[in-house]
């Protein structure tokens, strides 16, 4: 795993909100911006695991209207309003079966998770960060969004390109007013949920993991660097991109995918 050097009072004062904060990328973004210093909230289902420390977690479930709402009373009752926002929620859990297995449920889900929590949040947190005519906006998006994978990931693909179109949208609206809006595109991250599914393919088809690993690359149709990349890559990242550093990034998508997208 990288290391990094962190600037422990580059975020100090600034309050995060990180949604999908207690695996995976989410996570890795809430330890590298709390370690600069930024208060950080994490927003989850299930109840915080033990190795995550953000400085306030929000049992919410961002699919349904009402979690935004709680999550929009908690964060404004007890830190008065958020200066930086990172949709990292995102995910499928479409069966196989391609586009025909797809019912209207699989795709409102697969919307909800992967653009409507994104857009309920902005609607109600991003008018304060008008008003203080500051404030950074980041959407997780994924290279799905230009690189499809065909059977069980049609409906993903298309919500996170969605969101990387709402995310272009939004800046161009939010630039002149002060907030920043930018969106990432991650391929492959060797998260815990990777690597179990990595531990899987190997026990079904009798290899070990290395090769059941490159299964996966080779169902991405390669990756130039040969891994994928580490969630702390993905946090470091989105550290650069929240920070004064990148102040006049805006509208844009990063890619962080290890060459994975084979063309310009
Ligand atoms: N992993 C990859 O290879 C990859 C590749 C490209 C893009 N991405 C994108 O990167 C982002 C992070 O992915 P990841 O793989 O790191 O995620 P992950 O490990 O699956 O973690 C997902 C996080 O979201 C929370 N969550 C899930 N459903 C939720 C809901 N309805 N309401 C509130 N919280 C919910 C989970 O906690 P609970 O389960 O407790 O709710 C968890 O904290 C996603 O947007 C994903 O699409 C990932």
Known sequence: MPRFVIDPREFADQRVLVTGGTKGAGQAIVRRLSAAGAVTVAVARSAIPVDSTPGLFVQADLCTPEGAVTVVRTVKDKLGGIDILVHNLGGSSAPGGGFAALTDELWQEELSLNLLGAVRLDRAL???????????????????????????????????????????????????????????????????????????????????????????????????????????????????????????????????????????
């Open 126 to 264: 991003i008018p304060a960060m008008i008003e203080r005519g500051r404030g950074v906006v980041l959407h997780i998006s994924s290279i799905q969004r230009r690189l499809p994978l065909p059977d069980s990931t049609i409906a993903y693909a298309a919500a996170k390109a969605a969101l990387s179109t709402y995310s272009k949208a939004l800046s161009k609206e939010l630039g002149p007013k002060g907030v920043r809006v930018n969106s990432i595109a991650p391929g492959w991250i060797r998260t815990t949920a990777a690597e179990a599914l990595v531990q899987r393919i190997a026990e079904h088809s009798g290899t070990d993991e290395a090769a059941a690993r490159q299964s996966i690359m080779d169902a991405l149709g390669g990756i130039p660097i040969g891994r994928p990349s580490w969630p702390e890559e993905v946090a470091e990242l989105v550290a650069f991109l929240a920070s004064a550093r990148a102040a006049s990034i805006h509208g844009s998508e990063y890619t962080i995918d290890g060459g994975t997208i084979p063309t310009v």
